[in-house]
């Protein structure tokens, strides 16, 4: 539960937002010295905590690995904040712009100027990075920042709201607890910018609360993200890379591969492999100290009630893994399980999945995986394992999703200078290294006059020189 001495009088987030844009207004350029030292400010607040948050991380989920939360949460955020202090001098420079024959001598260039006060809603699965990455990007681009953690890991949110207040002014970072009737208050707020990290029925909902402000939105949601492997590449590098995106965090990322398409001949050594590459990476089984737990009773059910009602409609179901006798007993967990020919009508096929469960269904050429894909919501990612010819070229310029990963699953997030986020129902925007950046800051275009310009000659009483320019830019009558 929400530690209710936290959470907020819904009327006070409005109160909140007033006092930091007041804040902003009587300070609105943040100087690169400032940024830089209110990122290194977070960083030094988030590792001097990294214990405290691994240990609430855990106790939020049921269960989860140390480990996990350090190379899944930890590594992410601080190589972002790095990377935001070290091109931060490049992000912010002005940038210069054409000008065009008529126009001379005159200049046009672009100043990235902070937006003002961000907005920050985050989901429950990384509840560490989806909350912090954005905040370091609002404050690299200058700005001030409100943040709505999620209700669903209520020890993690407080720890935040916490280590934010002991390193922060209330004008500057503030941070905003409590559940689903907080957030729809708060996703009402005339902030300059949103940046909503969440599902698709909840995304819906913010749009419209957002545009009662027109407040510029970032929707970084979910769907069902495909895995096509290629005819004969159900290999061990395959599959554990597979293994890795599908299981981290208990398969609740929302990048996770939601299902995978196989070859019709690959179909068996597929199970075989899928099985082997569990057992190998979780040779305690789903109670062993890498694996997470379901984060609540609720998804726990959710899940189990996807695998029997695809088991009801025909697909047959393959616990995958070990389950050693000597395991031991922790709430929540759920075994790997692949969900095999599922009907297209079941749930498992219909909804995001987020937990480890994995339907596999058979293709037998290259079109029929696209096709299978374009008839689906466009994803938020899209993977692909096999060589570089003309069938993944063919995949890839005939998809569309928010990501892409060649030959591994989950790494294209952990690239600071790729744009990261979804197409279509799956997101709007994107966020991390300069697309954040920019995103939080509005591009604001100058036109400066020179001493002396053509386009002066451009205007009544029209002579020779507006006869000459016209011929010269439009051609003769
Ligand atoms: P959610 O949409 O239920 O909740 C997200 C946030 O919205 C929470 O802070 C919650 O309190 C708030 N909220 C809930 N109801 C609201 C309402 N009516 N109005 C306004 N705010 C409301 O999502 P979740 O269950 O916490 O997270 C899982 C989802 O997030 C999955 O769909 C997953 O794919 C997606 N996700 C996307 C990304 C991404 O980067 N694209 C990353 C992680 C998770």
Redesign the pocket.
Known sequence: MMDPLLSVPISSIGATLSKQREAFLKSPTATIHRRKANLKKLKSAILANRERLKVSVSEDFGFRSFHETDVLEFFGIIQSIDYMIKNLRKFMKRENRHVGLFFRAAKAYVDYQPKGVIGI??????PLS?TLIPLATALAAGNRAMI?????TPRTSSLIKQLIEEAFEPEEVAVIIG??D???E??HQPFDHLL????????H??MK?ASDNLVPLTL????KSPTVIAKGHVKQKTMSRLVFGKLSNGGQT??APDYALIHEQDLETFVTQFSDTVSKFYPDGPTGKDYTSIVNERHQQRLIGLIEDARRRGAKIVEAGLLPESAIERIRTIAPTLVINPDDSSAIMQE?I?GPLLPVKTYRTMQDAIDFINARPRP?ALYYFGEKDSDCEKLLSNTTSGNVGINNTLMHVAQDDLP???IGL??MGAYHGIEGFKSMSHAKGTYEQGQWNFADLLRAPFGKFADFALKLTLGRK
């Open positions: 809603m985050a989901p429950w699965n990384y989806l709505k953690p999620s209700e669903l559940g689903a907080v957030g729809a708060f996703s909503f990290t969440g599902s698709t029925p909840v995304g909902k913010v609360a970084e949601l979910g769907g929302c990048v995001e987020f938020l990261f986020g979804g799956s997101g």
